[in-house]
């Protein structure tokens, strides 16, 4: 008797355990970069080249850099919260709201935003969601994302290495 009652006890922690275990948070921290070949890129957006995370506790910081297609690079920084609070900044003149939440069963990242961009026929929305997700097997990240505008969707991933420091 006492040894199946080990035995569950053993069970439980065992499970316990790896509940735990697969329930943290993945580690985005650092600094990320584009692999082009592995990624699926739509036409007419800008492809995020890099990006710079820290995490720490309920704050999401990043530095983002896009490739515009022209040649040129354009960076901008975010920092959020990961409780779903919608947050406002203005990159190059045209407002964004960018609200970040942790999906805990699904055991990734979900950020979503709304470009306010003003062109010759008025306002026009670019709204894009994505799923962010760590491959520790690979070292690899992935941003899947589904962006619309004017009417017109597009999904693709960006897949990024981390970027290891010279020592």
Do not use: H
């Given at each position: ?30 600094t990320w970069k584009i692999d082009r070949t592995k990624s699926t890129l ?30 040129q690079e354009y960076p901008f920084t975010e920092n959020l919260t990961l ?85």
């Amino acid at each position: 008797m006492k040894r199946i009652k080990f035995f569950i006890l053993v069970m439980v922690f065992a499970i316990t355990s790896s509940f735990i275990v697969t329930a943290q948070k993945a580690d985005f921290n650092g600094t990320w970069k584009i692999d082009r070949t592995k990624s699926t890129l739509p036409e007419y957006t800008p492809v995020l080249t890099k990006i710079e995370i820290r995490i720490n506790s309920d704050s999401l910081l990043t530095e983002r850099y896009y490739d515009t297609g022209d040649g040129q690079e354009y960076p901008f920084t975010e920092n959020l919260t990961l409780d779903g609070k919608e947050y406002n900044i203005t990159i190059y003149e045209m407002p964004r709201k960018t609200k970040a939440s942790w999906s805990e069963q699904d055991g990734f990242l979900t950020v979503e935003s709304t470009i306010t961009i003003s062109g010759d026929s008025g306002p026009t929305e670019f709204i894009s969601k994505e799923s962010w997700k760590i491959d520790k097997t690979n070292n690899t990240f992935t941003i899947s994302f589904k962006n619309k505008m004017s009417g017109n969707d597009s999904e693709g991933a960006f897949i990024l290495n981390k970027v290891v420091p010279n020592k």
